[in-house]
């Protein structure tokens, strides 16, 4: 008798596990900003597949529309964004997010995202953007970052158990991306358990020099988690003072009228 619970994920190794769909998955994400283009060999390399099997999973994508090919390489083809839309649109609260999102960056001037944790970074899932650009990369809808160094990623991981926050520090990596990111376990723990016992949480260029941003939850009516705001800012133009006695009210307050609007 089955005893799992229904919820439970599957392993790799277990006969309900599609190998073969997964597969196809890790081809289309092995495509990002820094790999918009890539040879059968470096798919790959990327994926740690045998050339043959890459080569299969391409030309099936390609078949299926989601991959273009031109000569050696390889692409994803705009059919790619009807997965992502899928999820975007299963979700009927998606507009009110957005207008809530535009309203912050009217209100303050500033970009402002919300995002939700997959495995260990965090999915910009909607945004709102100032015309301040404040990364070397663009953010837009899709973005992934690193949980541990952004303000979303560590509010979101501060709704976790203890379990489930012990078991992210000690699988992480940590990366130095400037002078100020956080090397030390310990110290990104006591961090991120700060940003759960206020409410809030604050990374100061740690991924990128020169930016600031701030993040609050966001809940549903029934008390779910639906993700983490923030807003993103230039630390030579905003100061910690204005993030907490101006933009962590204006956060706070579109927090409650999301929770009080989704159900």
Same mark, same amino acid.
């Given at each position: 008798?089955?005893?799992?619970?229904?919820?439970?994920? @599957?392993?790799?190794? #277990?006969? =309900?596990? *599609? %190998?073969?769909? +997964?597969?196809?998955?890790?081809?289309?994400?092995?495509?990002?900003?820094?790999?918009?283009?890539?040879?059968?060999?470096?798919?790959?390399?990327?994926?740690?597949?045998?050339?043959?099997?890459?080569?299969?999973?391409?030309?099936?994508?390609?078949?299926l529309g989601y991959v273009r090919?031109?000569?050696?390489?390889?692409?994803?083809?705009?059919?790619?964004?009807?997965?992502?839309?899928?999820?975007?649109?299963?979700?009927?609260?998606?507009?009110?997010?957005?207008?809530?999102?535009?309203?912050i960056t009217t209100e303050s001037?500033?970009?402002?995202? @919300?995002?939700?944790? #997959?495995? =260990?970074? *965090? %999915?910009?899932? +909607?945004?709102?953007?100032?015309?301040?650009?404040?990364?070397?990369?663009?953010?837009?809808?899709?973005?992934?970052?690193?949980?541990?160094?952004?303000?979303?990623?560590?509010?979101?991981?501060?709704?976790?158990?203890?379990?489930?926050?012990?078991?992210?520090?000690?699988?992480?990596?940590?990366?130095?991306?400037?002078?100020?990111?956080?090397?030390?376990?310990?110290?990104?723990?006591?961090?991120?358990?700060?940003?759960?016992?206020?409410?809030?949480?604050?990374?100061?260029?740690?991924?990128?020099?020169?930016?600031?941003?701030?993040?609050?939850?966001?809940?549903?009516?029934?008390?779910?988690?639906?993700?983490?705001?923030?807003?993103?800012?230039?630390?030579?133009?905003?100061?910690?003072?204005?993030?907490?006695?101006?933009?962590?009210?204006?956060?706070?307050?579109?927090?409650?009228?999301?929770?009080?609007?989704?159900?």
């Amino acid at each position: 008798m089955d005893t799992a619970p229904a919820d439970a994920a @599957l392993s790799p190794d #277990d006969r =309900d596990f *599609v %190998t073969a769909l +997964a597969s196809g998955l890790d081809v289309i994400l092995a495509f990002d900003e820094a790999h918009p283009r890539m040879t059968l060999s470096e798919v790959a390399t990327r994926t740690g597949m045998n050339r043959a099997r890459a080569r299969r999973f391409l030309l099936t994508l390609h078949a299926l529309g989601y991959v273009r090919k031109d000569h050696r390489h390889f692409e994803l083809a705009p059919r790619v964004l009807k997965l992502g839309y899928a999820f975007l649109s299963a979700n009927n609260y998606q507009h009110l997010i957005q207008q809530v999102l535009e309203d912050i960056t009217t209100e303050s001037g500033e970009s402002s995202s @919300l995002g939700v944790l #997959d495995g =260990d970074e *965090v %999915t910009y899932v +909607a945004r709102s953007a100032s015309r301040q650009r404040l990364m070397a990369i663009t953010l837009s809808v899709g973005t992934r970052l690193p949980a541990a160094y952004t303000s979303m990623g560590r509010m979101l991981l501060a709704q976790k158990t203890d379990a489930e926050l012990d078991a992210f520090i000690e699988r992480t990596t940590l990366e130095r991306f400037t002078d100020k990111t956080i090397t030390d376990k310990a110290e990104l723990k006591r961090a991120i358990l700060q940003a759960r016992q206020q409410g809030y949480a604050i990374v100061d260029q740690e991924l990128d020099s020169g930016l600031r941003s701030l993040a609050v939850p966001a809940f549903d009516a029934n008390g779910e988690l639906i993700g983490a705001i923030n807003i993103s800012t230039n630390a030579a133009r905003i100061d910690h003072d204005t993030l907490l006695e101006r933009y962590l009210p204006l956060l706070q307050g579109k927090a409650r009228q999301i929770r009080a609007n989704v159900s």
